[in-house]
């Protein structure tokens, strides 16, 4: 059995969202028995480094040289759905198929989803959507930034979903967006979450120093609430005296130079290493859409996690810390656990209940979809 995966974004390195959801999505595949040759356009570069990993990680690595020569508004204030599309890409996957025959396509992103219009009908085609982006630059307008990346109107969208015979939300939220948006269609529509498997870390009590780490990607969103979170810890004293803070991720570029307790790591080589290395995970995103992954990644190590409303969509909460109302919440939650000790090992085993409540709805399932 062989699948083609196309994306985009590459799997390597998996230093932010989209990424590991795209190796993860992967190696489940790979582990149900499927030969999977994964296509990357490299629409944000290739490294030899990146060309070594993805290499050695797929079972069959292709690439084609990036040749858009603009990513122009076709539709006035809008992305037309094929504005990022390169059509060689759809010449080069009909030529793949013609030789290696495979049962599925997977395209990462509906701003993909042509060169599914290539393929016999005989195959499967998926859409993993990441994201809904139909008049996705209202979330940034509403909060007071520039839209960045792609959007489109819900019509466009629509019109690239239809190309596909299932579509994966990443987060129930969205899986009922598109199921209105494609009701009285035949593509069906499901919800993959995060799949990856536990690895929970030993509980520990609180030190005398507690470290609090937060690992992102430099998107605008996460740029926006790390400051918000960074503004509203230094207005605390007893917070900022008695905590030691490392931001680590890609995020890092976008940042100033950090004041103590503030310190950042810049990009790390090992996830494991760096939540190893922390007491609390915090995720203070205030807006954005899609699925949260680093909360469910922190989750996932079974770490004491506070964030808010927006960092848990999709993601049920089982303690109250993990969805709080905001940033300024956050800390106080902070300073609330350094009077009762005992509330971060409480927080620790709500996160591993939390993430393998979460894990039990996706994981049972996911074999069922490709058949």
């Not at 570069?45 to 690595?61: E, N, P, R, V």
């Amino acid at each position: 059995m062989r699948i083609l995966i196309v994306s985009p974004i590459a799997s390597h390195p998996q230093n932010q969202g989209n990424s590991v959801r795209i190796t993860t999505i992967g190696k489940q595949l790979q582990a149900l028995g499927y030969t999977v040759h994964f296509l990357y356009y490299p629409l944000e570069g290739l490294t030899d480094q990146q060309h070594k990993d993805m290499t050695s990680c797929w079972d069959y690595f292709h690439t084609i040289s990036c040749d858009l020569p603009n990513k122009e508004k076709t539709l006035g204030e809008y992305y037309c759905i094929d504005d990022w599309y390169d059509p060689r890409l759809g010449e080069f996957v009909r030529k793949l198929h013609e030789r290696w025959h495979f049962s599925i396509v997977l395209v990462n992103y509906v701003w993909f989803s042509a060169l599914l219009e290539i393929l016999p009908s005989d195959i499967k085609k998926v859409i993993d959507t990441h994201d809904v982006f139909g008049n996705r630059h209202l979330r940034f307008t509403e909060k007071g930034m520039r839209p960045e990346w792609f959007y489109t109107t819900p019509e466009e969208e629509k019109h690239g979903l239809q190309r596909a015979n299932l579509v994966i939300a990443i987060q129930n939220e969205e899986e009922f967006y598109f199921h209105s948006l494609l009701e009285g269609t035949n593509t069906k529509v499901i919800t993959i979450g995060f799949l990856a498997p536990p690895r929970f870390l030993p509980p520990r009590p609180l030190p005398r120093i507690p470290v609090v780490g937060y690992l992102g990607s430099g998107n605008p969103f996460n740029v926006n609430s790390i400051k918000d979170f960074i503004a509203s810890v230094k207005t605390n004293p007893i917070v900022s005296q008695s905590y030691r803070f490392v931001i680590a991720g890609t995020i890092c570029e976008k940042l100033d130079i950090l004041q103590e307790p503030f310190q950042s790591l810049g990009c790390i080589d090992d996830i494991e290493d760096f939540y190893a290395s922390v007491d609390i995970v915090v995720n203070p995103m205030v807006g954005g859409s899609g699925l949260k992954i680093k909360s469910l990644e922190a989750l996932s190590f079974g770490l004491p996690f506070i964030g808010t409303k927006d960092a848990m969509v999709g993601i049920p909460p089982k303690h109250y810390t993990h969805a709080l109302a905001g940033v300024k919440e956050m800390v106080l939650a902070l300073e609330l656990i350094l009077t009762e000790p005992g509330l971060l090992l409480e927080i620790g085993n709500n996160s591993r209940s939390c993430f393998n409540e979460y894990i039990s709805m996706y994981s049972s399932n996911f074999s069922l979809y490709w058949v």
